[in-house]
């Protein structure tokens, strides 16, 4: 059931939407075609996805792309995710004054082509004053990796004198996240019919409410992100009250 105008009008988008962009592969297999044409029509999904989200004026929107398990599958499917992005990326360059979508990339971006590194440096740089919605793009992103690198990060600045173990808050530690200073996301969407988290945002995700679909990701348009949002508002919140 979409949300109807009234309702959207009424009713708060929620502020940080998350998506687990899965299914692509399935997708592609339904169709007799190679996996790569269904991260292809992802990519797509994603662009009407990132559009309809600044429409109903969502402040983020996190997108999981690409896990740090991910590396796990053959070269060939893994080099035809990385080509997809850079031509994603290319595009979104180009077309970055139309759009005003700000780019933050979550993840270990040193493990990518150099080529690749530097057009998600150049469309975060060159994309940093825009106030349209603010994509943060997973990629070789993991929540635990995620976790271990914010602790390293942390025993530095203790080594350095800058901190005692003491000192460490959830306040703190949240600022050596790749979300430093991004709100938590109140709704994260997971279409593919998987039942699971894969290691997304473990942290950011304590009192996110979770819907689960049944759509594959290629086929996810406005009306399923409307639907999340319908089941989203459904929800009691009660962060641990009564
Ligand atoms: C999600 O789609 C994209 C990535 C993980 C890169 P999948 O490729 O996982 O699609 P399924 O789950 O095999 O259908
Ligand atoms: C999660 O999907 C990662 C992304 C969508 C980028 P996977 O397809 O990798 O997750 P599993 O393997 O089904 O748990
Ligand atoms: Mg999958």
Same mark, same amino acid.
């Given at each position: 059931?979409?949300?109807?105008q009234?309702?959207?009008?009424?009713?708060p988008?929620?502020?940080h939407?998350?998506?687990?962009?899965?299914?692509?592969?399935?997708?592609?297999?339904?169709?007799?075609?190679?996996?790569?044409?269904g991260?292809?029509?992802?990519?797509?999904?994603?662009?009407?996805?990132?559009?309809?989200?600044?429409? *109903?004026?969502?402040?983020?929107?996190?997108?999981?792309?690409f896990?740090?398990?991910?590396?796990?599958?053959?070269?060939?499917?893994?080099?035809?995710?990385?080509?997809?992005?850079?031509k994603?990326?290319?595009e979104?360059?180009?077309?970055?004054?139309k759009?005003?979508v700000?780019?933050?990339?979550?993840?270990?971006?040193?493990?990518?082509?150099?080529?690749l590194?530097? *057009?998600?440096?150049?469309?975060?740089?060159?994309?940093?004053g825009?106030?349209?919605?603010?994509?943060?793009?997973?990629?070789?992103?993991?929540?635990?990796?995620? *976790?271990?690198?914010?602790?390293?990060?942390f025993?530095r600045?203790?080594?350095?004198?800058?901190?005692?173990?003491?000192?460490?808050?959830?306040e703190?530690?949240?600022?050596?996240l790749?979300?430093?200073?991004?709100p938590?996301?109140?709704?994260i969407?997971?279409?593919?019919?998987?039942?699971?988290?894969?290691?997304?945002l473990?942290?950011?995700?304590?009192?996110?409410?979770?819907?689960?679909?049944d759509?594959l990701?290629?086929?996810?348009?406005p009306?399923?992100?409307?639907?999340?949002?319908?089941?989203?508002?459904?929800?009691?919140?009660?962060?641990?009250?009564?």
């Amino acid at each position: 059931m979409a949300i109807s105008q009234t309702d959207k009008r009424t009713l708060p988008v929620p502020r940080h939407i998350a998506i687990i962009m899965d299914g692509n592969g399935r997708w592609a297999k339904k169709r007799g075609l190679p996996r790569t044409a269904g991260h292809a029509a992802g990519a797509e999904a994603f662009r009407r996805i990132a559009n309809y989200c600044r429409t *109903l004026g969502v402040e983020y929107l996190t997108v999981y792309a690409f896990s740090t398990e991910n590396w796990k599958r053959s070269a060939e499917e893994v080099s035809g995710i990385m080509k997809l992005l850079g031509k994603y990326l290319e595009e979104a360059l180009r077309d970055m004054e139309k759009n005003h979508v700000r780019f933050k990339f979550f993840g270990d971006l040193t493990r990518l082509e150099p080529k690749l590194r530097k *057009l998600c440096m150049d469309a975060e740089s060159r994309s940093a004053g825009y106030r349209g919605v603010q994509v943060n793009f997973c990629l070789n992103y993991g929540g635990r990796d995620e *976790l271990v690198r914010a602790a390293q990060a942390f025993a530095r600045d203790v080594a350095e004198g800058k901190y005692s173990a003491e000192d460490l808050s959830e306040e703190l530690l949240s600022g050596y996240l790749y979300s430093a200073g991004v709100p938590d996301p109140e709704l994260i969407i997971r279409p593919s019919g998987e039942l699971r988290t894969s290691n997304f945002l473990l942290w950011q995700s304590a009192y996110s409410e979770y819907v689960f679909m049944d759509v594959l990701w290629p086929d996810f348009g406005p009306e399923e992100l409307d639907e999340a949002i319908a089941q989203y508002h459904r929800r009691n919140r009660r962060f641990g009250g009564v």
